[in-house]
């Protein structure tokens, strides 16, 4: 057992499998004692049993940690407030949430339904949500707290899952929003876009050339969750970690601006805008015509 959260009180949701497992175990063994959330349910969604989580508490308890079980659905207000009050209930405080919580269904955007769509939001997306606003809440009060969000590599777009990447790419706006409105009640909120074997990443139609473990994941969550983190004042960030590799995504900012003298008109837009402006190219747009040039020619694309 190490001491890197000694003392510190974390929940995890989607901690029955695969990062959120990692996770959990990972701040367990670095001294804290965690709430072990997971619903339990397929990849899809589908079929939730509590079981899931109960079994990582009984890992964690075999090892000498503490932990408790959580089965609710976080994508519900009750459930995700009902993480938050297990941990008071448990530990009397509060200091870290980790939103892996997550579902795919995958469609193509022309074809995808409503049944599609709205899970995969609410479990990735609401879910997130619905935790940070319970925990940001007690956090506010102690005046100390992380949050952190998980998002993916697809918050730049997805060719057939916009469902899940609109999701993740809500996740980074809703971090960067509880860093601000957080950080003067020493709150600091952070995501991480992780690229590990999983049974998600298991689907992905192309090989991975940059992937890691969820351990990998873990190590970088423990780091987000201690006070070294915060004291270096780390918030409102977005770091990828592949294996050996970690990379922090750039905040949000205008290219290039150009201004009228007078008002705007379409004429005038299409005259002035390719040359001036112009455009920020899309470095996806080639990966997928790569990927279709390797599906014709009957093989698996690099990414």
């Given at each position: 057992m190490g001491n890197f959260l000694a003392g510190k009180v974390v929940a995890?949701?989607?901690?029955?499998r695969g990062i959120g497992r990692a996770v959990a175990l990972a701040a367990a063994a670095e001294g804290a004692r965690v709430v072990v959330n997971d619903h339990?349910?397929?990849?899809?969604?589908?079929?939730?049993?509590?079981?899931?989580?109960?079994?990582v508490v009984k890992e964690i308890e075999a090892a000498g940690g503490h932990a408790v079980p959580v089965a609710d659905d976080i994508s519900t207000m009750a459930g995700g407030q009902r993480v938050v009050d297990v941990a008071l209930a448990s530990?009397?405080?509060l200091d870290g949430v980790v939103c892996v919580a997550g579902i795919l269904r995958e469609r193509m955007l022309f074809n995808m339904a409503e049944e599609e769509w709205d899970p995969v939001v609410a479990t990735h997306l609401k879910g997130t949500f619905t935790v940070f606003r319970a925990a940001s809440a007690v956090?506010?009060?102690q005046r100390s707290g992380t949050l952190i969000g998980f998002t993916s590599g697809n918050h730049q777009g997805s060719v057939s899952q916009a469902n899940y990447s609109a999701a993740k790419g809500g996740i980074?706006?809703?971090?960067r929003s509880a860093a601000l409105g957080l950080h003067k009640y020493g709150v600091t909120a952070n995501a991480v876009a992780p690229v590990a074997r999983t049974r998600m990443s298991?689907?992905?139609p192309m090989e991975l050339t940059e992937i890691g473990e969820p351990e990998d994941v873990a190590a970088m969550v423990v780091y987000l969750l201690s006070q070294q983190a915060r004291e270096q004042g780390i918030t409102g960030q977005v770091y990828t970690i592949a294996g050996p590799k970690i990379a922090v995504w750039a905040q949000p900012r205008e290219l290039r601006a150009a201004y009228a003298d007078g008002s705007w008109t379409p004429e005038r837009i299409a005259d002035f805008l390719p040359g001036t402006v112009g455009v920020d190219p899309m470095p996806l747009l080639e990966r997928v015509a790569g990927m279709e040039r390797a599906a014709r020619e009957g093989g698996r694309p690099n990414a």
């Open positions: 995890v949701t989607g901690a029955g339990g349910v397929a990849m899809d969604g589908a079929s939730p049993t509590s079981e899931v989580a109960e079994s530990y009397g405080r956090m506010r009060q980074i706006s809703l971090v298991a689907n992905v």
